[in-house]
């Protein structure tokens, strides 16, 4: 079973590959998925800046492609600064998400803070909504 840490070394590992030459903010995200495997992602900007994608949304992704369906955890990391996801992604993490799931933000010095999806995105639109 992989740990928190692991999720970390993954997403610093990861975000080394994150292709940003327009903004030059890498960031790397990694799940841990309710059956404990990981899935890494990073960000990948375009020259049309809209068609860029975020790191958590390529870590989806590859869960999604594995087969697998639920965050147990997901650690974002960026630079100096911790990173929290942003709109667009808490969104995307909370299709996959349950009321246990936790959001990991770091930065590449090793702090990292925990929160709850639902501290960040609380009464988020779901499928129960329509
Ligand atoms: N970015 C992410 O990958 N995840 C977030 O949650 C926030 C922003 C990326 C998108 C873009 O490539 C760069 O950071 C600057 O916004």
Redesign the pocket.
């Given at each position: 079973m992989h740990k928190s840490s692991d999720l970390y070394s993954i997403a610093v590992q990861c975000r080394e590959n994150?292709y940003?030459p327009?903004?030059k903010?890498?960031?790397g995200?990694c799940i841990l998925s309710a059956k404990g495997n990981v899935f890494a992602g990073?960000?990948?900007?375009n020259a049309s800046f809209p068609c860029?994608?975020?790191?958590?949304?390529g870590a989806i992704s590859a869960m999604i492609a594995a087969g697998e369906k639920i965050i147990r955890e997901i650690l974002?990391v960026?630079d100096t600064a911790r990173?929290?996801?942003?709109g667009?992604?808490l969104q995307k993490i909370a299709e996959f998400a349950d009321e246990n799931t936790l959001i990991y933000s770091a930065d590449i010095n090793g702090n990292i803070k925990t929160f709850k999806l639902s501290e960040l995105l609380p009464q988020n639109f779901s499928a129960k909504d329509f």
């Open positions: 994150a940003a327009y903004s903010f890498k960031v995200a990073c960000n990948v900007e860029g994608t975020c790191a958590e949304a974002i960026a990173i929290l996801p942003c667009n992604c």
